[in-house]
């Protein structure tokens, strides 16, 4: 996938663009995902903390951050996936 041009983004566009990479391919690595979606760490993580889900801050429970040794991965929860899932029917 193409790498999204970010600066003029809003939320709810990064939003879309995380969902639909991780929707592609899942989990993706955190330095991929800033990367590709055009934007800082800092701003990957407000951007999880949203689609995520916390007691604290809530979230929509869409995705979770997961270890796999050293590195830091992005992956969908069940949740997210069904998501996926739903977005793919209604588009057959």
Do not use: F, W
């Amino acid at each position: 996938m193409k790498t999204v041009d970010a600066k003029d983004m809003t939320t709810d566009d990064l939003a879309i663009a995380l969902m639909k990479r991780l929707c592609h391919s899942d989990p993706l690595p955190i330095t991929e995902l800033t990367r590709s979606l055009g934007i800082q760490r800092s701003q990957l993580e407000r951007l999880l903390a949203l689609m995520g889900h916390s007691d604290a801050l809530g979230g929509l429970d869409y995705v979770q951050e997961i270890h796999d040794g050293h590195r830091a991965l992005v992956s969908l929860t069940d949740k997210g996936r069904a998501l996926c899932a739903d977005n793919r029917a209604t588009r057959e």
